[in-house]
């Protein structure tokens, strides 16, 4: 379902000299559908810049990233948006909070993309955040003045609102207290006996071990640090 080969990637510092910074090389891995890829390397190594290729947010110098299909690192932006609509779904820690729209239109707006019935969508908005934990009475209201944590959960919510064949993880599990954890590691569990192809960077070495069947080690990658 992903299948990355022979990617590359450097940065450009055009603030100090325009100095070409090497940070991948080389780097190959496939996700299967049902499988779940963890991504492992010191900080640095570039664990984050290979997800955001994925992602098709990062520019890449050569190689292939195919996801289902259509290869990320030359597709035009259109297609590259049409697929994270209908596709790959992303789940960060961080909600970016469009003001005023209320929690649960916040939740179910991935479905209402994909024209799913409103009240469909909603009722699945509704079971997301009533599992992770958001009080009812809060989905009326905008997420902008929630906290840290009600915002992560909403953000996740959003994230598994629709059944992704591809999933980016992106630390889902940072900073939630012990009780939401389990939920998103059950999501996660879920998502992968559907059949969807996740691939995810996790610090919390206790979920990636439940949840992750490998590792990739991007170290290999890293120009310098590859052995
Ligand atoms: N926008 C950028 N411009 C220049 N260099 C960058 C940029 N983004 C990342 N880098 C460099 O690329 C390398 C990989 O960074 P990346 O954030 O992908 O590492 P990481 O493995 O995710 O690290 P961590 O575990 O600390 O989050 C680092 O040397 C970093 O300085």
New binding site residues.
């Given amino acids: 379902m992903i299948q990355i080969s022979n990617l590359s990637k450097s940065?450009t510092?055009h603030n100090q000299g325009g100095a070409v910074?090497p940070?991948?090389a080389g780097a190959a891995l496939t996700v299967a559908p049902g499988e779940c890829v963890g991504?492992v390397?010191?900080?640095?190594?570039?664990?984050?810049?290979?997800?955001?290729m994925v992602q098709g947010n990062?520019r890449t110098e050569g190689g292939q990233i195919l996801v289902a299909g259509l290869d990320v690192a030359r597709a035009a932006p259109r297609d590259i948006i049409r697929l994270r609509r209908q596709v790959m779904g992303h789940v960060s820690q961080f909600l970016r909070v469009v003001p005023r729209v209320p929690t649960l239109q916040v939740v179910a707006e991935p479905l209402l993309r994909l024209s799913v019935p409103r009240d469909e969508a909603e009722a699945r908005a509704a079971r997301l955040l009533a599992q992770l934990n958001i009080p009812e009475r809060l989905w009326s209201l905008s997420p902008t003045t929630f906290s840290g944590g009600e915002q992560q959960r909403v953000n996740i919510a959003r994230g598994f609102v629709h059944d992704y064949p591809v999933l980016l993880l992106d630390e889902p599990t940072a900073s939630l207290d012990a009780r939401n954890r389990e939920v998103v590691l059950d999501l996660i569990m879920q998502a992968k006996a559907r059949g969807a192809a996740l691939l995810g960077?996790f610090?919390d070495e206790g979920a990636r071990a439940r949840v992750c069947d490998r590792l990739v080690d991007?170290t290999a990658f890293?120009p310098g640090l590859a052995a």
């Fill in positions: 940065f510092l910074i940070v991948m991504l390397g010191q900080s640095g190594a570039g664990k984050s810049t290979l997800m955001r990062y960077i610090h991007v890293t």
